[in-house]
């Protein structure tokens, strides 16, 4: 079994057989005198039995495998939505300019309704923790209608 060697003077890390155990030599990279450890002073790694290292089967394979991600982007009909939803607002806004208070109310309120969801959904595909498992269907919707209302408030 070969012996891990560290120059200290280049940090050039290399295998050297155990005939050269306890003698010292040239590093092979900067040709500074290097002394190699015996087999007792070797440090020797364990690896916890719950790594995957021992998660082996019988053949060999590693019996877990790692969950693979599925990556959270940005869906085009939300922006497509805000886009679409913020001119059709902005059109409206500016044809009742001459409108009285009370419509011009009813209007913004209108718009903050309609506005909300696709904003609210937005900001969350950008704002959330990444290391964390994304919300999706029910629990998005509804999460997202509870955020919605509370910025309509």
């Known amino acids: 079994m070969a012996i891990i060697v560290v120059c200290r003077n280049c940090h050039k890390r290399f295998k050297v057989s155990e005939k050269f155990a306890g003698q010292q030599?040239?590093?092979?990279?900067?040709?500074?005198?290097i002394?190699?450890?015996?087999?007792?002073?070797?440090?020797?790694i364990h690896t916890p039995e719950h790594s995957e290292e021992t998660a082996r089967g019988r053949?060999?394979?590693?019996?877990?495998?790692?969950?693979?991600?599925?990556?959270?982007?940005?869906?085009?009909?939300?922006?497509?939505?805000?886009?679409?939803?913020?001119?059709?607002?902005?059109m409206v806004a500016w044809s009742f300019s001459?409108?009285?208070?009370?419509?011009?109310?009813?209007?913004a309120v209108a718009g903050t309704i309609l506005l909300a969801p696709p904003l609210v959904l937005a900001g969350y595909t950008f704002l959330r923790?990444?290391?964390?498992?994304?919300?999706?269907?029910?629990?998005?919707?509804?999460?997202?209608?509870?955020?919605?209302?509370i910025y309509v408030l």
């Open 98 to 107: 001459g409108a009285a208070d009370s419509t011009k109310r009813v209007l």
């Open 25 to 33: 030599g040239p590093c092979p990279n900067c040709k500074s005198i």
């Open 129 to 149: 923790n990444d290391e964390l498992e994304p919300y999706r269907g029910v629990w998005l919707w509804i999460r997202t209608g509870i955020c919605s209302a």
């Open 35 to 44: 002394q190699v450890p015996t087999a007792n002073e070797q440090v020797k």
């Open 59 to 90: 053949t060999g394979q590693l019996v877990l495998e790692p969950i693979a991600r599925q990556p959270v982007t940005f869906p085009r009909w939300a922006g497509i939505t805000i886009g679409v939803t913020s001119l059709i607002l902005l």
